[in-house]
Nanobody, 127 residues
Framework: QVQLVESGGGLVQAGGSLRLSCAAS????????MAWFRQAPGKEREFVAA????????YNADSVKGRFTISRDNAKNTVYLQMNSLKPEDTAVYYC????????????????????WGQGTQVTVSS
């Protein structure tokens, strides 16, 4: 069982930055691929970024390339999302998600491939 707790959301002006954190419980964190998704009101959950269990590969949605960076610290059981040059359209609830242990990179953008989810943290970008 894995529990995920996100933090770091808030209100920021367009062009600003935020850093989200996701703290994971359990000793299997370092063997799990992790991802961030987001969901805006009235819209489906959307893939943002993913990172493999060893941090060797990262994947980003086209909408955030060059602005967002996913990283992980396995010693701290934490995955991060650094968000720069924020836009009003980035406003959403951001969710951290974990895959099963040693899962492949395949289908990293599909929410149904992730077994565990956090409760979400709100990010609001004002224009």
């Amino acid at each position: 069982q894995v529990q995920l707790v996100e933090s770091g959301g808030g209100l920021v002006q367009a062009g600003g930055s935020l850093r989200l954190s996701c703290a994971a419980s359990g000793r299997s964190f370092s063997s799990r691929a992790m991802a961030w998704f987001r969901q805006a009101p009235g819209k489906e959950r959307e893939f943002v970024a993913a990172i493999t269990w060893n941090g060797g590969n990262v994947y980003n949605a086209d909408s955030v390339k060059g602005r967002f960076t996913i990283s992980r610290d396995n010693a701290k059981n934490t995955v991060y999302l650094q968000m720069n040059s924020l836009k009003p359209e980035d406003t959403a609830v951001y969710y951290c998600a974990a895959r099963s242990r040693f899962a492949s990179d395949n289908y990293y953008s599909l929410p149904q491939k992730y077994n565990y989810w956090g409760q979400g943290t709100q990010v609001t970008v004002s224009s």
